[in-house]
């Protein structure tokens, strides 16, 4: 089955630095999708990626693919408090998805 | 447009009772997914729905647990004879399917279970 890891575990960023969540799997990528949680809420979509070397941006994030399609990164700009949450990347094995175990994000003044 | 509810929001049960949790997928959304949020076990996928076909039960932990989804549309998760391990948030998820490139799944708010 495929595992996928993400680093780090938690991060509690300064408001308005630059910060980076990565998530990487044990198989080759198909689909990765980028979710962020907040309590409460459910999961929020932010962005899907498929293909090698493939970027997205929304607002102040960013996600990427590496070429190899093992691999994704989530970069958050300038980070203000409504930042904060917990980070999920799933993979797409043909139908439900199976999630990292998340990175919990605090945003501090 | 509505999203994807789930009822009740906060559910707390003594162990040996059995629970049912419900989920409203978004109208018209013919994928609908069970997914079960534990401290330090990250989302597991419970069990999956795909329009009229069999459902995936793979991701069930032991047969104590079971859903069904009637006429396509609303679907019951029950766990009988509860166990304090299943005390978790359940999350319930649905997709369009329109596009197998793009399976964006909406995820509902969750059902915390609480089994003293």
């Known amino acids: 089955s495929q595992e996928l890891e993400q680093s780090p575990q938690s991060l509690i960023v300064q408001e308005g630095k630059n910060l980076t969540i990565n998530c990487t799997s044990s198989?080759?990528?198909?689909?990765l999708y980028w979710y962020k949680q907040k309590y409460g809420e459910g999961l929020i979509f932010l962005m899907m990626?498929?293909?090698?070397?493939e970027e997205k941006s929304h607002e102040k994030i960013t996600a990427k693919l590496d070429e190899k399609k093992q691999q994704s990164s989530l970069h958050i700009t300038a980070s203000q408090p409504s930042h904060a949450g917990i980070y999920l990347c799933?993979?797409?094995?043909?139908?439900?998805?199976?999630f990292g175990k998340g990175t919990s994000l605090l945003v501090t003044p | 447009g509505a999203g994807v509810s789930q009822s009740p929001s906060n559910k707390v049960t003594e162990k040996g009772k059995d629970v049912e949790l419900r989920c409203d997928p978004i109208?018209?959304?013919?994928?609908l997914y069970w997914y079960r949020q534990s401290l330090g076990q990250g989302l597991e996928f419970l069990i999956y729905?795909?329009?009229?076909?069999?459902?995936?039960k793979s991701g069930l932990p032991s047969d104590r647990f079971s859903a069904e989804r009637t006429g396509g549309s609303v679907s019951t998760l029950t766990i009988q004879r509860t166990q304090q391990e299943d005390s978790a948030v359940y999350l319930c998820?649905?997709?369009?399917?329109?596009?197998?490139?793009?399976?964006?799944?909406?995820f509902g708010p969750g059902t915390r279970l609480t089994v003293l």
């Open positions: 998820a649905s997709s369009s399917w329109a596009d197998r490139d793009d399976n964006e799944q909406f």
């Open positions: 198989k080759t990528l198909y689909g």
């Open positions: 990626l498929q293909k090698g070397g």
């Open positions: 799933g993979a797409d094995p043909g139908y439900a998805l199976n």
């Open positions: 109208s018209g959304h013919t994928a």
């Open positions: 729905f795909q329009g009229n076909s069999a459902p995936d």
